[in-house]
């Protein structure tokens, strides 16, 4: 079913058919990445609706659900910002149960969630399979790591400033507004980390700028 024609449609399909002028087929891979309130899941499911439009097998997964235990994330205190940046995530068990599987092709089985950060506990995710013909997209923070750039053939880094981006967490999670409280030190902190680290606005394959939620654009060379 072909999806209304929005400012958002008509910006995601033209973000799709860039992925298709390099993959007519096969199994394809792409990453959503932002800084935390950027608008990744939301952007990552509507981007997945378009590619459904053209009647590709599309599963979603977020890098949420591959969390490290509580006591492993915070293993360098809990206000460490480094320990957010290099110990949130379960990057072994990521590529092993989905993205090596998803690559291996027709036939193989794979997981799109292994772990319930609310519940600090393990999820009991089945295994699933897919066509040839099918596209993963993953949503998540640090997606552009250095170690994690060459699982994705196509990847979009959505860009918010962080005023704009914490704003939106605070009506999502009820947390502070204001980017330097220091609640929010470890979160910031450790997303600056990334951002002068891995580079993720030069690494990605599109920049798209996500502030306005109805309305994003693609933005080019040195926008950033």
């Given at each position: 079913m072909r999806l209304p024609t929005t400012p958002v449609?008509?910006?995601?399909?033209?973000?799709?058919?860039?992925?298709?002028?390099?993959?007519?087929?096969?199994?394809?891979i792409i990453a959503v990445d932002g800084v935390d309130g950027a608008g990744k899941t939301v952007f990552a499911d509507r981007l997945a609706e378009v590619f459904a439009e053209e009647g590709t097998a599309v599963f979603r997964a977020s890098i949420d659900g591959f969390h490290r235990p509580r006591a492993e994330r915070y293993?360098?205190?809990?206000?460490?910002?480094?320990?957010?940046?290099?110990?949130?995530?379960?990057?072994?068990?990521?590529?092993?149960?989905?993205?090596?599987?998803?690559?291996?092709?027709?036939?193989?089985?794979?997981?799109?969630?292994?772990?319930?950060?609310?519940?600090?506990?393990?999820?009991?995710?089945?295994?699933?399979t897919a066509p040839r013909d099918a596209v993963l997209i993953v949503d998540g923070i640090f997606l552009h790591r250095p170690e994690l750039r060459g699982l994705w053939d196509w990847s979009v880094w959505l860009e918010v400033p962080f005023p704009v981006a914490y704003a939106r967490m605070a009506v999502?999670?009820?947390?502070?507004?204001?980017?330097?409280?220091?609640?929010?030190?470890?979160?910031?902190q450790g997303q600056e980390l990334y951002l002068r680290e891995a580079d993720p606005r030069r690494a990605a394959s599109a920049?798209?700028?996500?502030?306005?939620?109805?309305?994003?654009?693609r933005v080019f060379g040195d926008f950033c």
């Open positions: 449609t008509t910006l995601l399909r033209g973000l799709r058919d860039e992925v298709r002028q390099h993959y007519r087929a096969g199994r394809v293993a360098r205190g809990r206000t460490s910002p480094e320990g957010f940046y290099r110990d949130s995530y379960d990057y072994a068990t990521f590529r092993r149960v989905l993205i090596d599987p998803f690559r291996t092709g027709e036939g193989a089985g794979f997981q799109l969630a292994v772990h319930d950060v609310v519940r600090d506990a393990a999820v009991e995710s089945e295994w699933v999502r999670d009820g947390s502070d507004p204001d980017p330097d409280a220091p609640t929010n030190a470890r979160y910031r920049l798209v700028d996500n502030s306005d939620l109805a309305a994003p654009v």
